[in-house]
């Protein structure tokens, strides 16, 4: 009788660890429903920039690793230094697309700088960021 109530703890253990394991790969595999956007850089550290440089230009790639078409909503900045452009065309899955970021130095304060764009998009995280950061010197 011993030996049996240990044989059903051991059953009642593993499944339950089995439960346990199966629910966060069930639960990544339920986010992936829907268009995803991931960029390959979330970032771009533009290091030492001059503010009498003239406009500077970054581009963000990004995959729709999602399950339907990706669609870029708005592109919001912090700032009116940033410029951002983008295709207002579905991007279809498992293909790329591109956000350019234009930077007009002068509008950037002396010293330290962190700008962010926000994306809004049909992903199923609803809205990105992307940064651009650097420092300002005369």
């Not at 593993?14 to 790969?25: D, H, S």
């Amino acid at each position: 009788r011993m030996k049996t109530l240990c044989n059903i703890r051991v059953v009642l253990f593993q499944v339950v660890c089995c439960v346990a394991l199966a629910l966060p790969l069930h639960a990544a595999a339920q986010q992936k429903n829907g268009a995803h956007l991931e960029f390959e850089c979330a970032e771009c550290d533009l290091g030492e920039i001059s503010r009498n440089d003239e406009r500077l230009n970054h581009t963000f790639t990004f995959v729709n690793n999602g399950t339907e078409p990706l669609v870029i909503l708005s592109a919001t900045t912090t700032c009116s230094c940033l410029k951002a452009e983008f295709s207002r065309k579905p991007i279809e899955v498992g293909a790329k697309g591109e956000i350019k970021i234009s930077i007009e130095p002068k509008k950037i304060e002396k010293g330290v700088f962190r700008r962010v764009v926000q994306i809004r998009s049909n992903s199923v995280s609803g809205t990105d960021i992307i940064t651009i950061k650097g420092v300002s010197k005369e």
